[in-house]
């Protein structure tokens, strides 16, 4: 069985709508569904905002459903100035960008796990899922909503995710957060969460983020239509063709 973690509730209304067999099972204030995707058996769950709570939707999708692997997706800031609304981040490693135990341990270093940035899984099917998706991304949203957005031919960018519990939307904090962090792609608030608690389970993990808006806020975008007309279609569509 794929677990399958979603940043917002809305991404996942557009997955529920095409799962077959769907059950619900409610643990701990949050309903994870089974149910097949396609050809493959997969348990879906809204992971909610923020490390903790992702670390909890997490914990208790391994303990529950022995998933095989877990994959992530949802919406982030760009921190790349290449990176524009609609584009793709393919996750190569992820880091919490608010992790500070100095001077016990080295800024961002995860106390006792003596790492600071938790690889994923190399899922060369899901990148190939990805890229499927890119090509055809017109067939899986609207023209009007991709004008709406600014989106024309979004690229895949693979590369470094950090989160924290902040939404980044000022200068300063994306300044500090990029001057820690070379070579940072895109700022979110669950992924590294996820990705600890798969290392610790020695669970497979692979993350995709759409880019949203910039995190310095130099491109407002309206998030809740931004999550409902666009990156839920891009859930769907590349968790389509992987599952396929
Ligand atoms: N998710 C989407 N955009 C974000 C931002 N700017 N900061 C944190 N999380 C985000």
Redesign the pocket.
Known sequence: MIGIISAMHDELAELLCVLKNKETVVLGNREYYTGTLQTKKVVLVFSKWGKVAAAITTTQLISRFSPSEIIFTG???AMDSQLNIGDLVYGTSLVQHDMDASPLFPKLEIPLLGITYINTNSNKSLFESVTLFQQNYLKHININEANEFGIQSPKIVSGIIASGD????DANSFNNIKNSIPNLQC???EGAAVAQVCYEYKIPFSIIRII??K?DHSAPVDFPIFTKKVASKYAKGILENYCS
């Open positions: 919406v982030a800031g902040e939404f980044v939307s700022v979110e608030m949203s808006d995190a």
